[in-house]
């Protein structure tokens, strides 16, 4: 089984950076053709695609922060980062990282696909305070 642990979150004035990090426990280089893909859930709201790169490194992002945040990963591919820049009290939310296992989805459709993944992270909470 794969295990996705995020880090990174905090709470931090708008306008300010945050970078998260997702490190997937051994066992994730023995598939290959992976989306992976950052969520987030703010209360009372339903969880939604946040950025997704596919298994082509093609990446996509939800309106609300293209331009402003960016997705990547390591070379060998276990490690999923999301830099987060200009930040707003709209970004305020549980993020969770995901991944998808021999993902036959463009980044585009995977970014609204959610319940495709097959692993997700336990989230960490990202306050943004204006």
Not at 58 to 64: L, R
């Amino acid at each position: 089984q794969v295990h996705l642990v995020e880090s990174g979150g905090g709470s931090v004035q708008a306008g300010r950076s945050l970078r998260l990090s997702c490190a997937a426990s051994a066992g994730y280089t023995y598939y290959s053709g992976y989306c992976m893909g950052w969520f987030r859930q703010a209360p009372g709201k339903e969880r939604e695609g946040v950025a997704v790169i596919d298994s082509d490194s093609v990446t996509s992002y939800a309106d609300s922060v293209k331009g402003r945040f960016t997705i990547s990963q390591d070379n060998a591919g276990n490690t999923l980062y999301l830099q987060m820049n200009s930040l707003k009290p709209e970004d305020t939310a549980m993020y969770y990282c995901a991944a998808e296992a021999w993902c036959r989805l463009t980044a585009i459709q995977a970014l609204t696909h959610e319940a495709d993944f097959d692993y997700w992270g336990q989230g960490t909470q990202v306050t943004v305070s204006s």
